[in-house]
């Protein structure tokens, strides 16, 4: 099974600055997702990082706010741009190794508090 | 669009059993089961595919019924260990979503 580095793995930021979490795997991986895990709900998928490519963002995130990248099959960065309260949430990197429908694997995730 | 789960919450003695029931709206083809325990990352416990199978991890089954779009996960002699959030998945596309989760107490 997969394993995943994620870091940090919290942080506590000022509003109207950006963090950036990175994600390496172990080995090459088909698909890397960022959800995010606000406090006490369950997880909400921000984007699919697409490798080589722009990543995929679902309904209410956008690149401005969430840009992404995925130079390769074993790592992935998602920025936090801009931050407010609002933002602070576990970040959480997961893959598929072998591609859709997969089970997932999910790094340690990133606690983010934003003052 | 999200799976529902139920109940929200659930609070058993060891030994004791509990059902956590994940339905939604779609057809479904598979259904995940995760488990999530304070502070750590979700961990798989389990997928279900059309065709209504049992399966097993431990001490803790799961069943799908594709007809009613439901699955049930069955948790049998809880464990102390067994303490977490569960939350079940369905894929639309690529795209896992998560239900709203279930929170499991197991009490000595």
């Known amino acids: 099974s997969a394993v995943i580095s994620q870091k940090p793995s919290r942080d506590i930021c000022q509003r109207g600055t950006s963090l950036t979490i990175q994600c390496q795997v172990d080995s090459q991986v088909t698909m890397m997702f960022w959800y995010r895990q606000q406090p006490g709900q369950s997880l909400t998928l921000i984007a699919t990082a697409n490798q080589g490519s722009e990543a995929t963002y679902e309904s209410g995130f956008v690149i401005d706010k969430f840009p992404i990248s995925r130079p390769n099959l074993t790592f992935s960065t998602l920025t936090v741009s801009n931050m407010s309260p609002e933002d602070s949430s576990i970040y959480l990197c997961?893959?598929?190794?072998?591609?859709?429908?997969?089970?997932?694997?999910f790094g340690s995730g990133t606690q983010l508090s934003v003052l | 669009q999200q799976p529902v789960q139920s109940p929200q919450a659930v609070i058993l003695r060891e030994g004791e059993d509990a059902v956590i029931n994940c339905s939604s709206s779609k057809a479904l083809y598979s259904v995940h089961w995760y488990r999530q325990k304070h502070g750590e990352a979700p961990v798989f416990l389990m997928i279900l595919l059309k065709g209504g199978e049992q399966k097993g991890h431990e001490k803790i089954s799961a069943s799908f019924n594709e007809k009613k779009q439901q699955s049930s996960l069955y948790l049998t002699a809880s464990q102390l260990s067994y303490s977490g959030t569960y939350f079940c998945?369905?894929?639309?596309?690529?795209?896992?979503?998560f239900g709203g989760g279930t929170r499991l107490m197991v009490k000595p």
């Open positions: 997961s893959v598929t190794e072998t591609g859709l429908n997969e089970k997932l694997f």
């Open positions: 998945g369905t894929y639309a596309g690529n795209m896992l979503t």
